[in-house]
């Protein structure tokens, strides 16, 4: 069924999914969409983004006591140690508490789950986060650094080892951080889905033959439940009529079928087409497509 | 029957007139379970929304049962249902069902109890090899930076940085590093225990990540950050010996450097043992090796972290309390007892 599903994507889409299988402990297989670079990078400037407000309301009531002129070296090491503090749990905490999210994550659509498809551990979620500051931190500071410097030779080549680490994501099969890695994480993008109704109608006004039936198989009923439900537009119509000439072109149906009545038309090949490949399937006769033999 | 006259026929017979009415399998299958889904969808979205905490009793006692009976209605779909639609509201259902029903359990607060009791000591336990290797490349860097300084004491300014010396350096004399570094004035509660002792922490923490996050480079630069912290301080003790301060110095080093080093040498390990799983796989697959022993490896560097903290207490405010070697002697062999009795006794026993 998957390869199917995968076959309609990128039909569709034009693209082949990265889709990987988790197994979870009922014993069913659950595909995941891999999350892309785009949406985690995304992601990630969101976070930092908070993280700077926060530590950047924290200077600001640095410069507040400062004013005031009591207590000052109190608050400054304060707010120096919570910075520090938030810099390295904001993730923690958000994944732990929000269940492999963190703001920018949820925002985007995007969890970290269990590679093999267990239960996100705390030790894994403080795993892949102690990384952070090798991964994204410390080539930072070291960019920082680079114009103070005097020998930026050096400073280049520490730059490009740091960014081998970084960039790790680029070269792997799953797009795992190294923090990934140690974890055994993966970060998936869930989209959000709503049960639409059935295309099924039990109306019957139009009545199609075996034979006729016959001459598609699941991958070309799943395109046309797509193509039908789609929003409707001038394009999309456009497309269905197109689709309706084929149809009746390939089964031989010679009624004509009127602008108006493409749709309804389309439907109910879809419902009969559907109930026939569906009650040949419990024969175990199931046609992938149309060019598959049939038994 | 030939195909044009029987379509002819039905639209002129209009709407079902005398064929029974189609009866589809999966939309039947559909209807009996759809408020079931509907139900699993409300809880999650208020789980997902507020947390677990959020859902009443009542709520929390049929979600596994929602969740299962939509994964049971997962696999039936797969066998019976060509509606590409439902199969994958269906998958995306099952999946956020599953990212909450095996979310992670614990909270922060929980996590930390259990770590501390349970988790740290034992992970520490099971690696005593490569806590033994960052042991020894720290002795070995403390004896070369020892040798080296000892006959030539520009070897001091070549391997420490400035910030880290804080003025001391070839040109100190005796009486300056006794007035000022070993028996330094109290500076007063806020200026020790705060300030100081955090610049400290974030300052070691930073190497101490460093140390462990590098283990995934084969465990190089751990080794040589270890052998370096090591060197910084045998150069400081070659210091120290050449102005007969020697015990003194051990005695002002100790009472923080247990706790310091001890952590040091977790971090090292904790990166040593993501090394050797990276090098060595043994039966599995590089990556599932790493995801195995990673977990394990990561809880030294979080307890490391908390070392720490103690150790910048010590150094920041306790050191300059207790002016006198042989009291910081015996704090000193009081907190390696203590963390040598945690990590041997710890959690032995206590339920996995």
Redesign the interface.
């Known amino acids: 069924m998957s390869a199917l599903d995968d076959k309609v994507a990128q039909f569709l889409e034009g693209v082949p999914r990265n889709r990987r299988e988790i197994l979870t402990p009922e014993g069913i297989l659950l595909p995941v969409d891999l999350a892309d670079h785009g949406e985690r990078a995304v992601a990630l400037i969101i976070d930092l983004f908070i993280w700077m407000c926060v530590t950047a309301l924290l200077y600001v009531a640095i410069v507040a006591v400062l004013v005031e002129g009591k207590g000052v070296e109190i608050a400054v090491t304060l707010i120096l140690f919570i910075a520090f503090i938030v810099r390295n749990l904001y993730f923690v905490y958000f994944e732990l508490a929000w269940q492999g999210a963190t703001p920018g994550k949820r925002i985007n659509g995007l969890r970290v789950i269990d590679r093999r498809g267990g239960p996100l551990t705390p030790s894994a979620v403080f795993a892949r986060n102690l990384t952070r500051e090798v991964e994204l931190f410390l080539p930072v500071s070291v960019m920082l650094s680079l114009r103070a410097g005097a020998n930026h030779w050096e400073t280049l080549a520490l730059l490009a080892w740091l960014g081998l680490f970084s960039a790790l994501p680029l070269f792997n099969h799953d797009r795992m951080r190294s923090g990934d890695f140690i974890a055994g994480t993966i970060v998936i993008a869930i989209p959000k889905r709503v049960l639409l109704a059935d295309l099924v109608e039990n109306s019957i006004r139009y009545n199609f033959t075996t034979q006729q039936l016959a001459a598609y198989g699941a991958f070309e009923l799943q395109i046309l439940e797509e193509l039908l439900r789609r929003p409707r537009s001038a394009r999309t119509t456009a497309v269905l009529m197109e689709v309706c000439a084929k149809i009746c072109a390939k089964i031989g149906w010679t009624a004509p079928v009127p602008a108006a009545e493409v749709v309804p038309f389309l439907i109910e090949f879809y419902s009969a087409e559907r109930a026939f490949l569906e009650r040949e399937r419990l024969y175990g006769r199931l046609r992938e497509d149309k060019n598959s033999r049939p038994d | 029957?030939t195909?044009?006259s029987?379509?002819?026929?039905?639209?002129m017979?209009?709407?079902?007139a005398a064929?029974p009415?189609?009866?589809?399998?999966?939309?039947e299958f559909?209807r009996g379970r759809?408020q079931g889904?509907?139900d699993l969808?409300v809880l999650l979205a208020k789980a997902?929304r507020a947390?677990l905490s959020a859902l009443s009793t009542e709520e929390l006692q049929r979600l596994p049962l929602l969740h299962?009976s939509a994964?049971s209605a997962?696999?039936v779909a797969?066998a019976?249902?060509?509606?590409?639609?439902?199969?994958?509201?269906l998958?995306?259902?099952?999946?956020?069902a599953?990212?909450?029903v095996?979310?992670?359990?614990?909270?922060?607060l929980e996590?930390c109890r259990d770590?501390f009791v349970r988790?740290f000591p034992a992970a520490v336990r099971g690696a005593g090899f490569h806590i033994l290797i960052a042991f020894l490349s720290i002795v070995v860097g403390t004896a070369a930076g020892f040798v080296l300084t000892r006959g030539d004491e520009s070897w001091l300014t070549a391997m420490v940085p400035a910030d880290l010396a804080s003025g001391r350096g070839i040109n100190s004399t005796r009486e300056q590093l006794l007035r000022e570094e070993i028996f330094a004035p109290w500076p007063g509660f806020?200026?020790s225990f705060?300030?100081f002792a955090?610049f400290l922490?974030?300052h070691n923490?930073?190497i101490g990540?460093?140390m462990?996050?590098?283990g995934?480079?084969a465990g190089v630069p751990t080794l040589l950050l270890l052998t370096y912290q090591g060197l910084i301080f045998g150069a400081f003790i070659a210091l120290h010996f050449n102005r007969g301060l020697l015990v003194d110095f051990l005695g002002w080093v100790s009472i923080h450097g247990v706790t310091e080093f001890g952590a040091i040498i977790l971090c090292g390990a904790g990166g040593l043992v993501?090394a050797q799983h990276i090098l060595f796989p043994d039966r599995y697959a590089r990556?599932?090796s790493?995801?195995?022993h990673?977990?394990?490896?990561?809880?030294f560097?979080?307890g490391a972290i908390f070392m720490f903290f103690i150790a910048g207490l010590i150094e920041g405010g306790l050191r300059q309390l207790v002016a006198d070697t042989a009291g910081r002697f015996a704090i000193a062999a009081l907190t390696a007892a203590v963390w040598l009795g945690y990590f041997v006794f710890a959690g032995r026993g206590a339920r996995q």
């Open positions: 029957m195909a044009p029987t379509q002819d026929d039905a639209v017979q209009g709407a079902g064929r009415a189609l009866v589809l399998r999966s939309t559909r759809e889904w509907r969808e997902e947390g299962r994964l997962l696999s797969r019976i249902a060509l509606d590409r639609h439902l199969l994958l509201y998958e995306n259902l099952g999946l956020r599953f990212l909450v095996y979310g992670p359990r614990q909270g922060m996590g770590f988790g806020t200026r705060i300030t955090n922490f974030r923490t930073l990540i460093m462990f996050g590098l995934i480079a993501i990556v599932d790493l995801a195995i990673g977990r394990s490896a990561a809880q560097a979080v």
